[in-house]
């Protein structure tokens, strides 16, 4: 009885754990809970910003059902990579539009600290590659992330999900 508890714990802790950090990042970044959602469609804002998913919702169930990495789109990659510190990767362009991320997200000039207000609004999503009349944007891994459906970004991102976004059993 007393393993089980422990377990119970060790998962209730670990959930909440993930379910607490996202707030967490979109908070050290400028105007991260209002990016706008380059798609043009629903939901208007992209949730978490630094995954390939534009809400919560969406990321879970692709975890729940592919098992893999957390769907990090270019922005995220660079964030994490940089050590979530938003001063390494403020002048830098994760997704190759020719805009900085500090642009997209309001902070143009790099200045800001956080508990600040940005210097501007959000413009763009820092991760994906948006300028439809942009060559390098069509030709970007980022385009997909607006066209595909989940089944097919799950199935990018872990091979062996299937159309319905399972994984089958192994054989």
């Not at 990659?77 to 940089?82: A, C, E, I, L």
Request: some cysteine; aromatic content about 8%; hydrophobic content about 35%.
């Amino acid at each position: 009885m007393l393993e089980m508890w422990s377990l119970y714990l060790s998962v209730l802790s670990a959930s909440l754990s993930v379910l607490c950090a996202w707030p967490e990042f979109v908070n050290k970044i400028p105007n991260g809970r209002s990016v706008p959602n380059p798609c043009g469609s629903e939901p208007k804002l992209w949730r978490v910003v630094g995954h390939q998913y534009a809400t919560r919702s969406l990321f879970s169930t692709a975890k729940k059902r592919a098992l893999t990495d957390p769907f990090l789109n270019v922005f995220g990659q660079m964030y994490r990579d940089n050590n979530y510190r938003w001063s390494d990767i403020c002048d830098l362009d994760a997704d190759g539009d020719g805009k900085s991320n500090g642009q997209e997200l309001g902070d143009p000039d790099c200045v800001w600290k956080r508990g600040q207000e940005p210097a501007g609004l959000a413009t763009g999503h820092p991760g994906i590659c948006e300028d439809a009349n942009n060559q390098v944007c069509a030709d970007h891994p980022t385009a997909s992330y607006c066209s595909a459906s989940l089944p097919s970004l799950m199935a990018a991102n872990a091979p062996n999900v299937n159309s319905q976004g399972e994984i089958p059993p192994p054989p």
